[in-house]
């Protein structure tokens, strides 16, 4: 049992080294919700809420997640006892939507019941791998050149997969032009929502470059036009948007929506939907991969962490710190061997890595405390 005492809020501020654009948007400094869950018991954790400033990937924000989380979330545990693994459930139950805000606590939640037993994150979530392989994601470039360079160099860093976003415009030169120059790399496109069921035919064109998947070409919420374009395409389709909960997961494959999903804890509500959504998939012989969401370090080991259970086979958008921060608010930083994997800290109780405290102080614009 868990008895919440406190949740603090904190509102952090991190530059990215290099602006990421998307097909609906670009991000070049990070505004990132912190969360710190204190027990009677005098354990506490940190915790990371992956809403970014804008909606253009969900509809929710840092600043509807702060809303939800001190208006709906949060003073429903605070001053309480419960088990860790009920969160998702009873917030599901009468609290729709806000899915990024209820897993910032939610997986909280899960890292308090770590501590507690002087488990780590990974061993909690019944995780096998002492290792995860990374894959890294690539943000749209101004021009196919540009995009080589960096396709190139995340190579030679040894990623084991290498992500391209695309969009109209910026598609079939660019991922040709990345297949010419590393003909045997794992490549794979992102767009984001960018087209609609009428660029079938387009898209048609990306089954000549041997990508691993094309992940969410249409809209974020559908299923069926995705079901009617994968029929038409070569290439595995991969959802990431339209899968916001275990339900969608079982339409996906009762419909043959794509064959590949990327789980994003914070985009279907936590831990326990994401256990589940992998579970089914396993079940029906349908690969994972762990989605990124430019998490700060630790945003990164409760992925790391998630990334260690058993269908969890494609690697992941997991990359190490460095290539996002000058310096990340974790110690140590996450790094990556030259073979492209990250070790899945299993030997600390809790998330892994500790939170550098003084940085963090130095980095609020904005904090409240709950409880
Ligand atoms: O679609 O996977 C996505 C980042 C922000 C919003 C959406 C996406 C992404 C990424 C980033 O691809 C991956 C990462 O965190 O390295
Ligand atoms: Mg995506």
């Known amino acids: 049992m868990i008895y919440l005492r406190q949740v603090e809020l904190r509102e952090v501020r991190l530059p990215l080294r290099e602006p990421f654009r998307i097909s609906s948007g670009i991000t070049t400094e990070r505004r990132i919700l912190l969360a710190q869950l204190h027990d009677a018991d005098g354990n506490s ?145 992102d767009a984001n929502n960018a087209y609609t069921i009428h660029d079938a035919d387009h898209l048609a064109q990306l089954d000549a470059y041997r990508l691993l998947m094309i992940e969410q070409p249409l809209d974020h919420s559908d299923l069926v036009q995705h079901a009617r374009l994968q029929r038409q395409l070569r290439t595995p389709i991969c959802l990431d948007e339209s899968i916001t909960s275990v339900q969608r997961a079982r339409d996906m494959i009762e419909l043959g929506s794509g064959r590949i999903i990327n789980i994003k804890p914070g985009r279907v509500g936590g831990y326990a939907s994401s256990v589940r959504i992998h579970d089914v998939a396993q079940q029906h012989g349908m690969p994972v991969w762990c989605g990124g969401m430019l998490e700060s370090g630790i945003g990164r080991a409760y992925n790391v962490a998630l990334a260690s259970l058993p269908n969890f086979t494609l690697p992941g958008d997991l990359s190490p710190s460095a290539r996002y921060w000058e310096q990340d608010i974790v110690i140590p930083a996450w790094t990556m061997t030259g073979d492209g994997m990250m070790r899945v800290p299993r030997d600390v109780p809790g998330i892994g890595v500790q939170v550098d405290l003084d940085r963090i102080d130095n980095l609020t614009v904005r904090r409240q405390t709950l409880g």
């Not at 969900?58 to 003073?75: K, L, R, V």
């Not at 308090?112 to 780590?120: D, M």
Request: charged share 20%.
């Open 45 to 189: 954790v940190w915790s990371e809420c992956v809403a970014g400033e804008q909606p253009n990937y969900s509809p929710e924000t840092i600043d509807t997640a702060w809303h939800a989380i001190e208006q709906w979330i949060a003073p429903r545990y605070v001053g309480r006892s419960f088990t860790h693994d009920c969160v998702y459930d009873e917030l599901e139950r009468d609290i729709r939507g806000h899915e990024m805000a209820k897993a910032a606590v939610e997986m909280g939640c899960w890292a308090l019941a770590a501590q507690q037993r002087q488990l780590a994150l990974a061993g909690l979530l019944g995780g096998t791998r002492t290792e995860v392989p990374v894959g890294i994601s690539l943000g749209v470039q101004a021009s196919p050149d540009a995009l080589v360079q960096r396709a190139q160099a995340a190579h030679a860093q040894g990623y084991r997969k290498i992500k391209l976003k695309i969009m109209p415009g910026r598609d079939i030169e660019y991922v040709a032009a990345v297949r010419a120059a590393l003909p045997d790399a794992h490549l794979m496109a």
